[in-house]
C-alpha cells in the first residue's frame, strides 16, 4: 500500500518569496503523484500531477513539481509567492489502478505581507 | 456547471439521529468516493465505487452506509450519529482507465456538526 508524508506542518513566508513543500512517498510500484490545493472552506482543486516523461511538471498558477524517484520526493515549488496563495496544500499518490488515493497530512502555508 | 456537487453544504444536528448526504457528478465518471477531514485537514477514504460496486471500504463504523443508485451518485447514510463524526465530508470521483493514477475531482464538501 502507498503512503505519503509532507515533513512541514505549517510553513510561512513572505510574499514574494520563493517556495518548496516538501512531499515523501512511498509505494512498491510506479507512483502517480499529485499536489492538491485546499483554501479555507473549500474543497480540493488540483495544482499539477506526474504520470511518466519529465520528471519537472507544471501546474496552475504558477506552480511547479519535481519528481525525484531516488529520493522519493515530490516536491511543490513556486518562484514568488503570491498572498492568495494562503491554503493548505495536500500531496498524494494514486495507485496502478486508479481506484485508492493516499494524501498526506497536509502542508498550512502562511503569507507575510 | 457544477463538476461535483454535494448537498447539503451544512448539516447540524443532535447525537443519535440519522442523516444523509448526496453528491453528484455530472462529469461521467465511473468511480467515486466519500473522504473524511478531520479537525487536523486529516484526510482519509473512506469508501470508493466503480460503476455502482464497492471497491474500497476502508476501516469505518458500519454505520456509515454508502448508496450508489446509479454511476453519476453516490450518497452516504450515517445512522445513530455520534460527536466523533463531526468532520468534513467530501465526495469525489475519477474516470475509470487501465492506466490508473487518475486524478480525482472533488466537491466542496459537507460540514457535519454533531451536538
Known amino acids: 500500500a502507498q503512503s505519503v508524508t509532507q515533513p512541514d506542518i505549517h510553513i510561512t513566508v513572505s510574499e514574494g518569496a520563493s517556495l518548496e513543500l516538501r512531499c515523501n512517498y512511498s509505494?512498491?510500484?510506479?507512483?502517480?503523484l499529485f499536489w492538491y490545493v485546499q483554501s479555507p472552506g473549500q474543497g480540493l482543486q488540483l495544482l499539477l500531477k506526474?504520470?511518466?516523461?519529465?520528471?519537472l511538471v507544471q501546474g496552475i498558477k504558477g506552480f511547479e513539481a519535481e519528481f525525484k524517484r531516488s529520493q522519493s520526493s515530490f516536491n511543490l515549488r513556486k518562484p514568488s509567492v503570491h498572498w492568495s496563495d494562503a491554503a493548505e496544500y495536500f500531496c498524494?499518490?494514486?495507485?496502478?489502478?486508479?481506484?485508492?488515493?493516499?494524501f498526506g497530512p497536509g502542508t498550512r502555508l502562511s503569507v507575510l505581507p | 456547471d457544477t463538476a461535483v456537487s454535494q448537498t447539503p453544504k451544512y448539516l447540524v444536528t443532535q447525537m443519535g439521529n440519522d442523516k444523509s448526504i448526496k453528491c453528484e457528478q455530472n462529469?461521467?465518471?465511473?468511480?467515486m468516493y466519500w473522504y473524511k477531514q478531520d479537525s487536523k485537514k486529516f484526510l482519509k477514504i473512506m469508501f470508493s465505487?466503480?460503476?455502482?460496486?464497492?471497491?474500497i471500504n476502508e476501516t469505518v463504523p458500519n454505520r456509515f452506509s454508502p448508496k450508489s443508485p446509479d454511476k453519476a451518485h453516490l450518497n452516504l447514510h450515517i445512522n445513530s450519529l455520534e460527536l466523533g463524526d463531526s468532520a468534513v465530508y467530501f465526495c469525489?470521483?475519477?474516470?475509470?482507465?487501465?492506466?490508473?493514477?487518475?486524478?480525482?475531482?472533488f466537491g466542496p464538501g459537507t460540514r457535519l456538526t454533531v451536538l
Open positions: 465505487y466503480n460503476n455502482k460496486e464497492l471497491i
Open positions: 469525489a470521483s475519477s474516470p475509470m482507465t487501465s492506466g490508473g493514477g487518475n486524478e480525482q475531482f
Open positions: 462529469l461521467g465518471h465511473d468511480t
Open positions: 509505494y512498491g510500484a510506479t507512483p502517480y
Open positions: 506526474y504520470f511518466s516523461g519529465d520528471t
Open positions: 498524494a499518490v494514486g495507485d496502478n489502478y486508479g481506484q485508492n488515493f493516499v
